[in-house]
């Protein structure tokens, strides 16, 4: 396709949690196989100017973009969906949107004018959404909250003046709603889709598609009263159905004629869509030879959201081993002395993610510690690079007190610290921070580059090259005062910034596979190129279980 970019807004509608992300995502994924290109951008109502600070529990995981941009877990979904690599031009918050019309207004932009919600704050949302445009076919904008929440009004506004804006042709409106099955009635209920169209109606927008969540496919009957009550043809009302693997839902949309009859409202031609990537994908994941249970141990294992990309990233690495990967989450701050053999005994692997605070701290360096002695595949990820750092210091190099400088500031021996001063890839200069210094503004964020040190390492047997890039979120740093006494005890150094002045990558060379990274590399990973170092850790893993299944064998 060529000429004029198209854009599709995805709303949704009676609560949260229906998969809004999803199914943009999805959609995106649907449009690339038929030769489209694709972009996706996220608009969120809370106030928050990004969710760096915001809390797990409350939000899911915060995801990084290669430039730095803390963004939402959707974004996520993005690319893993689509061959796409996002940037802070694809994530706008009401508090980001607000803060930019703050600071034209002090700064005399509006002339002395009235600032007000219209036009100004929605004229600056509607040039955020023309910032993720790039030279794409499509555009896809998902726009969070629920219909009806009082904080998404502006956002809904300014998608209906867009359609005006950039002509009828080139937008339309898929709304992602919920159709519930009562088992006492034996049916399922059209009334909260009903409502929540009447809703989106109300404030000048008529859907032109309906995606309808729901736990089985839709007679033509009830899509046929769907479209009666809600102003939209039959052939418009799609099945959303729930599905075993969220990498099934390109399929389930295209079985429904999603793509085609998105194609047909903006007037797209293009050839039919190459799916066999995306079955194959699917039936590896049905049909695994093997399975791996891996243990999570970590401080946001309540809400899974918290770690959406490292489980997707572990469930890519079972798919390129052909192995279910089971997941074993463990709360760290559970752990302690008297139970984590216990707790840990059911583990092939043990993966101690990234976090921030001091709770469970120290059930992580316990749980470490039960990986390195008893041989167990070890991957430690941000802070559990550093925590395994601390674990070895302690454990093998015989320094006793150490700890990091982040949970116990006056330690003697803080073997992992704030480095004050240090110079930054990115800008190519030289950053300064200390305690006081603002969270998030001091942060090493997105892509830094690495250099692998060692050939016969670990990580250099998974990435297969000597120079790499991944995208990091953090503010401590390993402390180079210790780097000399831990590598006489075994600890390796095998990752290093070009200028070699911060660890990257850590390993123990008397283990089978013990590796932690200062970054994340579970950002990266996709299903259908898992990241090199989920692969070879559950690949590692997968080799532990067979042992022990030999050995009891016997």
């Known amino acids: 396709m060529t000429g004029k970019t198209k854009f599709i807004f995805v709303t949704g509608g009676v609560l949260s949690s229906l998969g809004k992300g999803l199914a943009a995502a999805s959609i995106g994924a649907l449009l690339e196989t038929r030769g489209l290109k694709v972009s996706l951008l996220k608009l969120d109502p809370y106030i928050n100017v990004d969710p760096g600070t915001m809390n797990p529990f409350q939000h899911g995981e915060v995801f990084v973009t290669d430039d730095g941009t803390e963004t939402d877990l959707d974004l996520g979904h993005y690319e893993r969906f689509v061959n796409v690599r996002l940037t802070a031009d694809h994530n706008f918050t009401t508090g ?10 002090r700064r005399g932009d509006y002339l002395g004018g009235t600032v007000q919600v219209i036009p100004h704050i929605t004229d600056e949302i509607k040039n955020s959404i023309k910032k993720g445009v790039d030279d794409v076919d499509i555009v896809i904008v998902e726009i969070g909250g629920t219909i009806g929440d009082i904080e998404s009004l502006p956002f809904l ?106 194609l047909e409202l903006l007037n797209v031609w293009t050839g039919a869509p190459r799916l066999e990537p995306w079955r194959k994908l699917v039936e590896k994941i049905e049909n695994p030879s093997h399975s791996v249970t891996i243990a999570v141990v970590g401080k946001y294992t309540d809400l899974t959201e918290s770690y959406k990309s490292l489980n997707e990233a572990l469930f890519h690495g079972g798919i390129d081993n052909d192995a279910k990967v089971n997941l074993l989450y463990i709360d760290s701050g559970t752990v302690d002395k008297s139970n984590y053999e216990q707790k840990l005994s059911g583990a092939d692997g043990i993966i101690v993610p990234g976090g921030f605070g001091s709770r469970g701290v120290e059930g992580k360096i316990l749980s470490i510690k039960y990986a390195r002695e008893k041989m167990i595949p070890f991957f430690g990820i941000c802070l559990g690079m550093q925590l395994a750092v601390v674990e070895f210091a302690r454990n093998v190099a015989k320094i006793n007190d150490a ?19 240090w110079f930054d890839e990115k800008s190519q200069s030289v950053q300064k921070r200390d305690v006081d210094s603002e969270k998030g503004g001091t942060m090493r964020l997105g892509a830094y580059p690495c ?99 030999s050995k009891e064998g016997k």
């Open 96 to 105: 980001k949107i607000y803060n930019t019309v703050i600071t034209k207004e």
């Open 451 to 549: 250099k692998l040190v060692k050939k016969d390492s670990l990580a250099y047997k998974a990435y297969q090259v000597g120079k790499i890039s991944e995208r990091h979120r953090h503010r401590y740093e390993f402390n180079n005062t210790y780097k000399e006494a831990l590598e006489q005890s075994g600890l390796s150094f095998t990752g290093l910034s070009p200028k070699e002045d911060l660890v990257e990558i850590v390993e123990y060379k008397e283990h089978p596979w013990f590796l932690g990274c200062q970054f994340h590399p579970e950002f990266k990973s996709r299903p259908m190129n898992p990241h090199p170092l989920f692969k070879d850790f559950i690949k590692a893993s997968l080799n532990k279980k067979n042992k022990k299944s």
């Open 157 to 262: 506004e300014a998608i209906r003046q867009f359609r005006f804006d950039v002509g009828k042709e080139n937008v339309i409106y898929i709304h992602l709603t919920f159709v519930p099955y009562i088992p006492t009635a034996g049916e399922v209920k059209t009334k909260p889709t009903q409502h929540s169209v009447k809703e989106l109606r109300s404030i000048g927008i008529q859907p032109d598609i309906l995606l309808c969540r729901t736990d089985r496919f839709l007679s033509d009957d009830i899509k046929a009263k769907i479209a009666l009550f809600c102003n939209v043809t039959q052939d418009a009302v799609m099945t959303a159905k729930d599905v075993d693997c969220i990498y099934e839902v390109p399929l389930c949309f295209n079985q429904e004629g999603l793509d085609q009859k998105i």
């Open 403 to 421: 700890h990091s400088s982040e949970f116990k500031p006056d330690i003697k021996s803080p073997v992992i610290y704030l480095m004050r001063e």
